[in-house]
């Protein structure tokens, strides 16, 4: 990722402000979701074991967005 700050005397546009914003709220959303998935595949009841293949299924899930986003 580039350097998302200038620095000088003058500082990036309104624009391109919320084009960041836009992207980083995108990615944040991703992010959550991932680890949405990622949770509730470990913790769906928290008495008994997690399932292997549920928790195999849920980071193949959780890579492919995470890679998509990209």
Known sequence: MTRQIAFGTRGP???VLEDRIR????RTATLAEAV????????GNPAAEPCEAAVAQAAR???GLLMAAR
């Open 23 to 26: 992207e980083l709220e995108a």
């Open 36 to 43: 949405r998935l990622l949770t509730h595949a470990l913790g």
């Open 13 to 15: 546009s309104r624009a």
């Open 61 to 63: 899930e959780a890579h």
